[in-house]
């Protein structure tokens, strides 16, 4: 392994160790051992019972599983589990099904590669990102739409910002950022799009702390922040989001590849990057949960809480419809 791919497999082991203690990182057993990243109920259904319960249920997205857990598909489900410790996935369908959890074969000593490194960091980055999901009826949802700031709103980004709002298509918006000293760059008569920082404004500088507000007739000032990673950041990251491109990853099927990237993102507070990751999945595949729970938690860290709660509807819905 050279140098460049040590630089960014340590980098991503920091990022780990500000989630759990050094000592975890080595789970015992009876720790969780995949994860459940994916759930197509077809004209069928997911369930799952876990060692310590009698019943079959329907399973949370993202659920961690351990050794002794069993998953079943009936129809034409399936459910895809990614192994904690980098040693790719397994299909769950009628065929195998009820399959029971299994700890892989410990890798021997050096053995993994540098995208399988990865791959063991992230895994366990989305192992804590199960949620318990509560069902919040849409009625009891205001119907208004005010002008709401959607991204950035907190947090880092690798490049110039897209400003990006939801609101009526009758108002008009003015954008405005601000840096330290100050108003860098305004623009008003803005119709409700997304909106690329000009390539003629001021340029942002990288590690630098901006503001941007949005501001309508007769409604309140939204405002947000973001910092622009500096080049060495923005590179390291790139070439560990090239490790997790499905072309290099042919054995994980293309939502837990994204569900992957996402977790990265997130943890690297790149909080815009994820959440376009994540709408582009869901446009392709809007059924699948675990992309929606994962949205929401986007949704939820940057404030949002309406939209995370409507993400986290979703994503029950998905899993509890079928029978």
Known sequence: MNERWWTVILFFWGVLATLAPVGSLAAPAGDPVAILTEIKPGQGGVRVKLTAEVDWKAPLPLLSLRPGDQLRATGNAIAVLMFTSGQGTVTVSTANSPYTVQAPATPPAGGAGKTEGLVRIISRILTGKKKELTYVPLAVRGVKHPPLLLSPRDGKLLGPPVLEWAGSDRLRY?????????????????????????????????????????????FATQRGQFTVLR?????????ALDALAPSVLPGYPKNTVILMRAGLLFEQELYAE????????????????????MLGH???????????????????FLVTSKP
């Open 174 to 218: 003015t954008a405005r950022v601000f840096g330290p000293q100050g108003l860098v760059w305004e623009q008003g008569n803005l119709p409700r799009a997304p909106l690329p920082y000009p390539t003629a404004a001021p340029r942002l500088l990288p590690g630098v702390s901006y503001r941007w507000e949005l501001e309508a007739r007769d």
């Open 298 to 316: 986007v949704y939820e860290r940057t404030g949002l809480k309406e939209l995370a709660a409507e993400e986290f509807d979703e994503a029950q």
């Open 231 to 239: 080049p060495d950041e923005i590179a390291k990251v790139r070439e």
């Open 274 to 293: 994820a959440r376009r990751e994540l709408q582009a999945a869901i446009a392709a595949d809007p059924d699948e949960p675990n992309l929606h729970l």
